[in-house]
């Protein structure tokens, strides 16, 4: 509707106002000064940064006010560095302030396009060149050339293939097998039923073997969480509360969401926090997600004892620990 | 002519007849660039690229990209003798026995917040202003390019020293590749050589943080800036700026003097920051093992809305023919992040297929004269804003003493509620500022300065606008209406159907505006009373 009314006129560019510098000559020998005072500033800087890599030792700590105790090599080397870079911007930036033109000018732009005999000609030898090649004629080379380059990008996907192992089952399997040694992490000390108060929270890891070692890989998978409650908390079924022992209870530590380790306890509400995602597990039935994005429980791990009193598996892990991956089944 | 000019013209002489770059750099040396703050943006996004090249150089002379088991023996006491990784144990290294290392290190993190915090400014700068318009959609393309590559070489940045925190962050990358349907397993296993965590994932991603990933960087960077050289720089409106020039200070000295300089602010200030500002004490998390965790773990922020859109999806997984897909990691993983920045990419066109106008355009808009664009803009970031807060919930428990569950339960709500609540308020936000506009124009401003008519009355004084203001003011175009033609007047149906449709409907949203004063109404005013 505004089109039809007539706008309001452009004025034009304001008139150009001088600086002061740009009259005063007293004016832009001042700003000359000043910019000559900005770039010393620098080469102060530099000679704080020089002075505090040589000269300070790195385990001076000085106390500054809000910053505390301040390591004094540290400070001074990234202060003078600052410095020296600080005072070349502000100087260059005064600099082109306070006396270089400020006068603005007025540039034309042009459509971008090109003209049309331009883009005539353009077309023309794009499709003379297509012509001369052939290709629309020629479909046979089309096709086959099409294949032929699809095909060699092959290669460059097959090339990656020994980046890493199949899968296989190892994601559904653990160190966990039935009796495996329940032993402490850290100490790998085997452990006893009495060992945990009720309300107490210990992680654990299987026993090795001799002359084996514990890798991160191995941790990733096997970390576990003994957590001992009074039995009459429990709201299990049969067959869980079987694979629990004295009312200690064992479940996976690797979060089923993202697999971060589910660390946080709360003694008090029987939960189960993962610091990552809040995802929250109900110790009392079975880790079963009360809060946040894990759509499974943790999974639990049956335990007893054996002739010695000692904390061991009954069973390994029922299903796959950590994160859910396509192929688990569930 | 002095020795000094005399050399100096040797020189060029020699370069130019070997090159014949002389006309080019007459031309180019001269070259206007307009003048405002919001340019400075993407200069601090470049600036901080090229502090990021020079520090990041410096730390690989010691950092050792190695998953190697050793013992530290280090100056560190806390950590004396306990097992860690050879990329843990150099970059503690770089810390506390390479003199000038944490500096350095700490202004390569600083200087990767900045750049990222840059680019999204920026980002937002030339979404607002619609400076995103013909002729610069390429250039709008290669800027959502450089903020993807930017979170992606970010947060395989802060993986390299393999701490407990970051390794939490590789864990939590790992489970959503791993999530992927069909393939995921396989990927994960190929990308970390076997399980998790495996010892190759380090080595592999320091060649992409510092070759690949940089390599793309710089080739795209080059790109972005060329394009902006070569479309010329759009311009704010004013009086004298028109879309078929540009009015601003020449390249050389002015730009040459304020950009060269303001690169050594903007290292200044990173330098100052890694100097006073501690960032990411990797020594206090201790060496990765996937059996620990320190509690209130976060990435940084650029990642943060990410987080939070993890923390608040719904347990949800589906259990199909012995497969599982699990949405709780997929949906805000992958799916919403994907459709966030397909639809940035592609906001350019979107915006002028609905439109239909395919013109040029180098004079900026205000954001008022746009509430649809500024409104959709505003309730895009409220989304991501609320899914950061979500993604900083467990550190806003426990400052402000609120409980998780409800700010989860705020932010689950929120992000469906609030965005859309955002738009209808912006947009009506923009109308009431054009109707301030259109009052400045056509009333002057307001001068707090009181007088009593002869016969009582009370009137405040306005003072008349300049010219140059009324025109900054009433210069933009205000969109009308396009009518919808069902069929023409032969009853053939508009071949163009749903477009046409989309089209009337979405013009006539943006011709809801408040009528810009016109030359006459000012005239009206002028010659009668205030």
């Not at chain 2, 806390?78 to 500096?103: Q, T, W």
């Not at chain 2, 201790?286 to 965790?293: A, H, K, S, V």
């Not at chain 2, 949906?331 to 350019?348: K, R, S």
Request: charged share 20%; hydrophobic share 45%; glycine share 8%.
């Amino acid at each position: 509707m505004s089109k039809e009314l007539e706008p309001l006129a452009d004025p034009g560019l304001p008139e150009h106002v001088h600086r002061k510098a740009d009259i005063d000559p007293i004016a832009a020998k001042r700003a000359e000064r000043q910019v000559a005072v900005l770039f010393s500033l620098s080469a102060f800087g530099t000679l704080l940064f020089i002075y505090s890599f040589f000269f300070i030792k790195d385990d001076v700590f000085i106390f500054l006010p809000i910053m505390g105790n301040t390591n004094a090599h540290q400070l001074g080397i990234g202060m003078g560095m600052a410095l020296s870079l600080l005072f070349i911007g502000f100087g260059a930036v005064h600099w082109a302030k306070t006396l270089m033109p400020d006068q603005e000018i007025n540039e034309y732009r042009h459509e971008l396009k090109s003209e049309p005999e331009d883009r005539s000609e353009f077309v023309k030898t794009a499709k003379e060149g297509a012509e001369q090649a052939g290709l629309g004629r020629r479909p046979l080379i089309k096709r086959s050339l099409a294949a032929a380059v699809g095909l060699a990008g092959l290669p460059a996907v097959i090339l990656l293939r020994d980046l890493g192992p199949l899968p296989g089952n190892s994601l559904n399997e653990t160190n966990w097998k039935t009796g495996t040694k329940l032993v402490t992490d850290p100490g790998d000390r085997p452990i006893k039923a009495s060992d945990l108060e009720v309300g107490g929270v210990a992680q654990v890891m299987p026993a090795l073997l001799a002359g084996q070692k514990r890798t991160l890989e191995d941790i990733a998978k096997d970390a576990v969480l003994l957590i001992r409650l009074r039995p009459s908390e429990f709201q299990l079924d049969a067959e869980r509360l079987s694979w629990t022992h004295e009312g200690i209870i064992a479940f996976s530590k690797i979060c089923s969401h993202m697999g971060c380790a589910v660390a946080l306890y709360e003694q008090t509400t029987k939960h189960l926090l993962c610091p990552c995602h809040q995802s929250t597990f109900d110790v009392t039935r079975a880790a079963k997600v009360i809060f946040g994005p894990s759509a499974r429980p943790l999974p639990q791990l049956a335990i007893t004892v054996d002739a010695d009193g000692y904390l061991i598996a009954k069973q390994p892990f029922t299903e796959a620990v950590g994160p859910s991956f396509w192929e688990r089944k569930s | 002519m002095t020795a000094r000019e005399r050399v100096a013209g040797t020189v060029a002489n020699y370069v130019d007849e070997r090159t014949g770059a002389a006309a080019w750099m007459k031309k180019n040396l001269q070259k206007v660039f307009p003048d405002h703050w919001s340019f400075m943006l993407g200069e601090i996004a470049l600036y901080s690229f090229v502090i990021l090249l020079l520090s990041g150089t410096f730390l690989t002379f010691w950092f050792d990209p190695s998953m190697r088991h050793v013992v530290y023996e280090g100056s560190y006491q806390p950590l004396k003798d306990v097992e860690m990784s050879a990329a843990y144990a150099s970059a503690l290294h770089i810390s506390f026995d390479v003199r000038g290392g944490l500096l350095m290190r700490q202004i390569h993190h600083w200087a990767a917040l900045i750049f990222m915090a840059a680019i999204v400014v920026h980002l937002l700068r030339v979404f607002f202003t619609g400076a995103f318009r013909k002729p610069r959609e390429f250039n709008w393309i290669l800027g959502i390019a450089l903020l993807t590559l930017g979170i992606v070489e970010g947060f395989l940045g802060y993986s390299l020293p393999d701490d407990l925190l970051s390794g939490t962050g590789v864990r939590i990358a790992h489970a959503i590749i791993q999530s992927i349907p069909v393939v995921g397993t396989y990927l994960s296993f190929f990308a970390f050589g076997g399980a998790f965590p495996g010892e190759v994932f380090i080595p592999r991603i320091y060649i992409v943080h510092v070759l690949l990933l940089p390599g793309i960087f710089l080739a795209l960077i080059t790109v972005h800036l060329m394009l902006v050289w070569y479309q010329k720089h759009t311009q704010y409106p004013g009086p004298g700026r028109t879309e078929k020039n540009v009015v601003g200070y020449p390249f050389m000295p002015v730009y040459m003097a304020k950009a060269g300089g303001f690169f050594f602010i903007v290292f200044g200030v990173t330098a100052f920051l890694g100097a006073v500002a501690s960032i990411n004490p990797i020594w206090l998390y201790g060496p990765y093992t996937p059996g620990q965790i320190s509690a209130g773990s976060q990435p940084d922020w650029y990642m943060g809305w990410l987080d939070g859109l993890v923390r608040m999806a719904p347990p949800l997984e589906t259990y199909i023919f012995g497969y599982t897909i699990s949405w709780n990691i997929l949906l805000p993983g992958l799916i919403i992040p994907g459709i966030i920045f397909t639809g940035m990419a592609l906001y350019p066109f979107i915006e002028s297929w609905l439109s239909g106008d395919k013109r040029e355009h180098h004079l900026l808009d205000r954001p008022r004269n746009v509430p649809n664009r500024t409104a959709l803009g505003v309730m895009s970031l409220t989304f991501m804003v609320i899914a950061m807060i979500n993604g900083g919930n467990d550190l806003i428990a426990t400052h402000f003493d609120l409980s998780i569950n409800q700010i989860m339960w705020f932010s689950r709500i929120g992000i469906i509620v609030l965005p859309p609540l955002a738009f209808v308020i912006t947009k009506r936000i923009c109308l009431s500022l054009q109707r301030a506009d259109r009052e400045l124009v056509l009333h002057g401003k307001e001068t707090g300065r009181l007088v009593m008519l002869p016969h009582g009355e009370f009137v405040e004084i306005h003072e008349e606008l300049s010219a140059e203001k009324k025109f900054a003011l009433t210069q933009h175009e205000q969109p009308k209406a396009i009518a919808l033609v069902k069929e023409d007047a032969g009853g053939v149906l508009n071949p163009k159907g749903i477009r046409a449709r989309l089209q009337a409907r979405f013009s006539a949203a943006n011709a809801e505006n408040i009528a810009k004063p016109t030359a006459s109404e000012v005239k009206e005013l002028e010659g009668g009373h205030h």
